[in-house]
């Protein structure tokens, strides 16, 4: 269980109720006052090498921006909801790269009026819309703090109509196996090799949690999705990928293997990672390789493409041989 060591949050939060449960929570952690959760010049001013310290901060504020974002992966749209950042410390974190060092994690208390925008959208479609609710963040820790999905689940089921789905790389998910969720619920478990997890994905769930993780959300009746990310090529890849995937096929359930799709996705990385990852975890292996990596824009890099393409071509091969059955929904 996350214990902050701070929390700073807006005023307004004390109007609805989940702000005033979360302060009753942690009515014994130090706590200031701030204008704005999306702007604080103290957190931004301190040094790369506070990172760690600054993810044991929690901030709480009312989201203000309720843009959905048009997607046409998994989801028909990417869904801000009632978290941003994570407590963990994954070394190649999108959110670092578009918050710099401010990925800690922001909490927001206006969960119904979130909520019933999902609803009414979903209700004026013509289609069963799906709606990504887990892009900012990861839903399963956030849940061990404010129980927000134990709250939505069951308040979107009623609505009989479109899909919620969120990613996690987290196991504790028993708060969420009885909810009634009708069916209306995709999860996708990520996964890396155990070394990959141990090495990079700092503050997670390991690889044997998350299995068992997901055969417990597949018996509770959830629609199962794995997500293969980020991909990293490190020097011996081919072996630690494919290892994982043995490793997958033989603890998955055969209910999970019988319909789990699948998502595989190529590390991406930035200055803004190699800067803070540098000075915050000066010991840990280091992910941009100039060898393997090319520029995709002012300070972000990308796998080649000739490297692309052979891991696209390992990946579709053990994946037929392993999973043979399962869909892969891209490799991007």
């Known amino acids: 269980m996350f214990q902050p060591k701070e929390i700073l949050y807006e005023e307004a939060i004390k109007n609805y109720e989940l702000g005033k449960e979360l302060l009753e929570k942690y009515k014994d952690v130090p706590k200031q006052i701030i204008e704005n959760h999306n702007n604080i010049p103290e957190m931004r001013n301190k040094q790369n090498s506070e990172f760690t310290n600054i993810k044991k901060n929690l901030i709480i504020g009312i989201r203000k921006t309720h843009k959905f974002v048009p997607n046409h992966k998994t989801s028909d749209f990417l869904v801000p909801y009632t978290s941003s950042g994570c407590t963990a410390m994954c070394m190649y974190c999108y959110l670092v790269c578009n918050y710099n060092k401010c990925a800690y994690l922001r909490l927001f208390v206006n969960r119904e009026e979130m909520l019933d925008k999902i609803i009414k959208t979903s209700n004026k479609s013509q289609k069963e819309l799906t709606f990504e609710i887990g892009s900012n963040s990861d839903l399963i820790l956030e849940n061990t703090i404010t129980k927000n999905l134990e709250w939505t689940i069951p308040k ?115 200055y803004v990672h190699k800067m803070i990852n540098n000075e915050a975890f000066p010991n840990a292996i280091q992910l941009f390789d100039e060898e393997k990596m090319t520029g995709r824009g002012k300070g972000k890099y990308m796998y080649k493409e000739k490297l692309r393409k052979e891991g696209e071509e390992f990946f579709r091969k053990k994946m037929q041989k392993y999973f043979p059955h399962n869909k892969i929904e891209y490799i991007v």
């Open 156 to 270: 979107f089921a009623e609505n009989n109509k479109g899909y919620l789905t969120f990613p996690t790389k987290f196991d504790m998910v028993e708060p969420i196996l009885n909810l009634n969720h009708n069916g209306r619920v995709i999860i996708r478990m990520s996964v890396n090799p155990k070394k990959i997890i141990q090495r990079v994905e700092f503050g997670t769930s390991n690889l044997e949690n998350r299995v068992k993780a997901i055969n417990k959300l597949k018996k509770a009746g959830y629609k199962i999705g794995i997500l293969i990310a980020p991909i990293i090529f490190v020097d011996n890849w081919k072996e630690e990928y494919e290892s994982l995937l043995i490793y997958l096929e033989e603890n998955l359930s055969e209910e999970v293997k019988k319909e789990a799709f699948f998502e595989l996705i190529f590390m991406t990385y930035s």
